[in-house]
């Protein structure tokens, strides 16, 4: 253990707020995260044995990523550094790196935890490489963003990422019970009482994040004055006002933000509508833009509906304009109409598909000349070098349809649109089918 002063600083502790005071001080105090904590699991075991390396705590926020670091820091023999990405710039990092390469020269490794990691740009991740190389520090990371996405290659690959999942609403009920417990850190030295059905309901307010649980049951203490009986009750109207408005974790240019859609995109494709609405709710009601959410559903109208019902786009084009012109909350039921109306239509990605291979051969194939006779002969010159000539025009045969080539001849009979069974989709198939036996005919 090092001799350095506790990073739990018991006056700071019992002045702060709940959620501080009642930050796990060990690993048996901890909470959760039991796949990374559990006994015998790889995180507990390179704690325990003292054996950190530089790594990455990827979760959301209240899950105990700092709290660990500081576990981490209490078990190790390295002197330990606190930096926030928010308030730290290139200058501090350089002298915190400066006195580390100083530390390991007298025998003694400096532990840098940086919460908030994924606030630092590339330049100021890069300062850190080289020391985390020499072995002058031992880096934890705290983000709440992919780290694929946030943080460069190269500090990424000389670290191990953990990834901390939201707490379970057990487990949440455990550290709110042991703040009710607790009488020198927690509330403990207050009459409360508080049924376990509310206990439940943080629980569930809070998210998965411990923190928003413990400052929740902390307003509802100090915001309810004791009955006759000198006793706090903490009823359901008291939790009312302590939850406002529940926040759901949304960044909506992280990765939640395509979580989400995606689950959104992936519900409408497996025509699952109560599935589409909770996650356009989510969405919505975390802020996510409306119009953005609508040119998705466009999308989806073209990509995994199609043909089989040729409406579907309308009411997709349709819920864009709606929340164009009136905007949130009112065109939150517009959407929803759209959602419900392209979950239960047929699907085909017949469309998709098809033109992903006509993609793929005007990428991949010879970049073959328009055919002479489909190409425009707007003057005489190009009259008279043989453009447009043998154009057949479709509109003098009586069935409106020629025998004429229309594709390069690298690619002459190649078929891309293949419609399916699927709703109206049938029809453009039989149209289809009519068509080439017409042009067969002649």
């Known amino acids: 253990m090092s001799?350095?002063?506790?990073?739990?600083?018991?006056?700071?502790?019992?002045?702060?707020?709940?959620?501080?005071?009642?930050?796990?001080?060990?690993?048996?105090?901890?909470?959760?995260?039991?796949?990374?904590?559990?006994?015998?699991?790889?995180?507990?075991?390179?704690?325990?044995?003292?054996?950190?390396?530089?790594?990455?705590?990827?979760?959301p926020p209240g899950?105990?990523?700092?709290?660990?670091?500081?576990?981490?820091?209490?078990?190790?023999?390295?002197?330990?550094?606190?930096?926030?990405?928010?308030?730290?710039?290139?200058?501090?990092?350089?002298?915190?790196m400066k006195q580390a390469e100083r530390n390991r020269l007298y025998g003694q490794r400096t532990l840098l935890f940086?919460?908030?990691?994924?606030?630092?740009?590339?330049?100021?991740?890069?300062?850190?490489?080289?020391?985390?190389?020499?072995?002058?520090?031992?880096?934890?990371?705290?983000?709440?963003?992919?780290?694929?996405?946030?943080?460069?290659?190269?500090l990424l690959s000389r670290s191990k990422v953990f990834v901390l999942k939201p707490l379970k609403p057990e487990d949440i009920?455990?550290?709110l019970k042991k703040a009710l417990k607790d009488e020198k850190r927690g509330l403990g030295a207050i009459k409360i009482h508080i049924a376990n059905e509310t206990l439940?309901?943080?629980?569930?307010?809070?998210?998965?994040?411990?923190?928003?649980a413990l400052n929740t049951l902390e307003l509802a203490v100090l915001s309810t004055n004791p009955s006759s009986d000198g006793v706090i009750r903490i009823t359901d109207e008291v939790l009312k006002e302590a939850f406002q408005k529940k926040t759901l974790i949304y960044d909506k240019k992280g990765?939640?933000?395509?979580?989400?859609?995606?689950?959104?995109?992936?519900?409408?494709?497996?025509?699952?509508?109560?599935?589409?609405?909770?996650?356009?709710?989510?969405?919505?009601e975390a802020g996510e833009d409306p119009l953005y959410i609508a040119r998705r559903m466009i999308r989806i109208a073209s990509e995994d509906i199609g043909l089989a019902d040729p409406k579907a786009i309308e009411q997709a084009v349709a819920a864009f304009h709606s929340a164009h012109f009136i905007g949130m909350p009112e065109c939150s039921t517009s959407l929803a109409q759209a959602a419900v109306y392209l979950a239960l239509s047929p699907k085909s990605n017949a469309l998709y598909t098809a033109y992903l291979e006509a993609k793929k051969?005007?990428?991949?194939?010879?970049?073959?000349?328009?055919?002479?006779?489909?190409r425009n002969?707007?003057?005489?010159?190009?009259?008279?070098?043989?453009?447009?000539?043998?154009?057949?025009?479709a509109h003098d045969f009586e069935d409106k349809v020629a025998a004429m080539q229309c594709l390069p001849d690298n690619l002459s009979g190649k078929e891309y649109y293949r419609p399916t069974t699927s709703g109206e989709e049938k029809l453009f198939g039989k149209r289809k089918s009519q068509i080439k036996q017409l042009q067969k005919d002649k």
């Not at 709940?18 to 039991?34: H, I, S, T, Y």
């Not at 439940?200 to 928003?212: H, M, P, Q, T």
């Not at 051969?361 to 489909?374: F, G, S």
């Open 361 to 374: 051969d005007a990428l991949e194939t010879i970049a073959e000349p328009v055919p002479m006779h489909i």
């Open 173 to 175: 009920i455990v550290l």
């Open 63 to 96: 899950v105990g990523k700092t709290t660990l670091a500081r576990i981490i820091a209490e078990r190790t023999n390295a002197k330990f550094e606190n930096f926030s990405a928010v308030l730290s710039g290139i200058k501090e990092i350089r002298e915190v």
């Open 255 to 284: 990765e939640e933000h395509y979580n989400l859609i995606s689950a959104f995109h992936k519900s409408i494709r497996n025509s699952d509508c109560d599935a589409a609405i909770y996650w356009l709710a989510r969405m919505l």
């Open 114 to 154: 940086i919460d908030e990691i994924h606030r630092f740009n590339k330049s100021q991740q890069d300062a850190f490489l080289p020391y985390v190389e020499k072995g002058d520090i031992i880096l934890i990371g705290a983000t709440t963003e992919n780290p694929s996405f946030e943080l460069n290659s190269a």
């Open 3 to 59: 001799n350095q002063t506790s990073i739990f600083d018991k006056e700071e502790r019992i002045s702060g707020p709940l959620a501080d005071r009642m930050r796990p001080r060990n690993l048996d105090e901890f909470v959760g995260q039991e796949h990374l904590l559990g006994e015998g699991k790889i995180l507990r075991k390179l704690i325990e044995s003292d054996s950190i390396t530089s790594m990455i705590l990827w979760g």
């Open 200 to 212: 439940e309901k943080i629980s569930v307010y809070a998210n998965g994040d411990a923190r928003v």
């Open 377 to 393: 002969a707007p003057t005489k010159l190009m009259k008279e070098l043989g453009y447009g000539e043998g154009y057949k025009y």
